[in-house]
């Protein structure tokens, strides 16, 4: 089946700090890959996509990259702000009919 | 475009009550979801409609949850009678069909007591 496996948190850093959020993956398939933020009380947001390998996601000064070979999709940001925080979630789907399966979830905190 | 629209945003219940949330999807889109998101996890698909037809089913305990999606648009998630570990939040998310990513509602954040 497939799941996703993302780094805990919660990461705490300061503001204009580097960001890594570490995700793998397995799937039965090709999957499209996403990275979805949740801000307190508000439900899950779109942050970026890729659907094919080595195609780079990017919104908002954030970026991903779909690695086929290492089955990773980490989201990086090169100077996060105050208004970063939130739980970001990574997620997948084979097919465009299936279900999106979510990681866990890792909530960033930044700080002045 | 409006977006999804979930209500009510918040419910508290004592255990063993019945609750009903509503969700009206992204208009056109054909496939809704409703996903259920315990504090400090992931969402966890309880169920898809693809129009008003079920696609998947097979994680909602449905002894007690039941869902319809009469006409194809509107949806409404049941829990009777609820437990104390159905605390969470739910969320409806909707996918208009030739695009891979789904769109969610602001959810759902159901307690009980």
């Known amino acids: 089946g497939n799941s996703v496996t993302q780094m805990e948190g919660p990461v705490t850093l300061s503001e204009e700090a580097f960001l890594t959020i570490n995700c793998t993956y397995t799937a039965t398939g090709y999957p499209s890959l996403f990275w979805y933020v949740q801000y307190p009380g508000e439900g899950l947001q779109l942050l970026l996509k890729a659907t094919k390998a080595d195609d780079k996601g990017s919104n908002k000064g954030f970026e991903a990259t779909y690695r086929k070979e290492t089955t990773s999709f980490h989201l990086e940001k090169g100077s996060v702000q105050v208004s970063d925080s939130a739980v970001y979630f990574c997620a997948l789907r084979t097919g465009t009919a299936s279900k999106l399966t979510f990681g866990t979830g890792t909530r960033l905190q930044v700080t002045l | 475009e409006a977006g999804v629209a979930q209500s009510p945003r918040y419910k508290i219940i004592e255990k063993r009550q019945s609750v009903a949330f509503w969700c009206n999807p992204i208009s056109g889109h054909a496939t809704l979801y409703w996903y259920q998101q315990i504090l400090g996890q992931g969402p966890k698909l309880l169920i898809q409609f693809q129009n008003n037809g079920v696609v998947d089913d097979s994680q909602l305990p449905k002894d007690r949850f039941s869902a319809e999606r009469l006409k194809g648009v509107d949806s409404t998630l049941k829990i009777q009678p609820a437990k104390l570990e159905d605390s969470a939040v739910y969320l409806c998310?909707?996918?208009?069909?030739?695009?891979?990513?789904?769109?969610f509602g602001q959810g759902t954040r159901l307690t009980v007591v």
């Open positions: 998310a909707s996918n208009p069909g030739g695009r891979p990513e789904a769109f």
